[in-house]
């Protein structure tokens, strides 16, 4: 079983920057895809930004240029950089994993609880 846990969401004025932070434990032989969504009030949960263990990403069009992915595959954790905030980024943010436990062909999706960022304007 995975884990994730995730930290540094909060209240910032619009323009600040904040750092997410999510690290993952557990039986983990690779982590294929790890990165961020979120969901704001009324919407549906969407991607943020994504990176591949071999050091591909994706990001939402919203945030590209904005906020910035980071991974650390011996570690298994996962930073997003978030600058120039806006108030339509407020939201809860959940770190994502796809888990390989083992060699064997076998991949499992995890979730965190989720992270408040709130951005005021």
């Known amino acids: 079983q995975v884990q994730l846990a995730e930290s540094g969401g909060g209240l910032v004025q619009a323009g600040g920057s904040l750092r997410l932070s999510c690290a993952a434990s557990?039986?983990?032989?690779?982590?294929?895809?790890m990165g961020w969504y979120r969901q704001a009030p009324g919407k549906e949960r969407e991607l943020v930004a994504v990176?591949?263990?071999?050091?591909?990403?994706n990001y939402a069009g919203s945030v590209k240029g904005r906020f910035t992915i980071s991974r650390d595959n011996a570690k298994n954790t996962v930073d997003l950089q978030m600058n120039s905030l806006k108030p339509e980024d407020t939201a809860v943010y959940y770190c994502?994993?796809?888990?390989?436990?083992?060699?064997?062909?076998?991949?499992?999706?995890?979730w965190g609880q989720g992270t408040q960022v709130t951005v005021s304007s």
């Open positions: 557990g039986t983990i032989f690779s982590i294929t895809v």
């Open positions: 990176a591949t263990s071999g050091g591909i990403t």
């Open positions: 994502n994993a796809d888990v390989r436990p083992s060699p064997l062909p076998n991949e499992f999706r995890y």
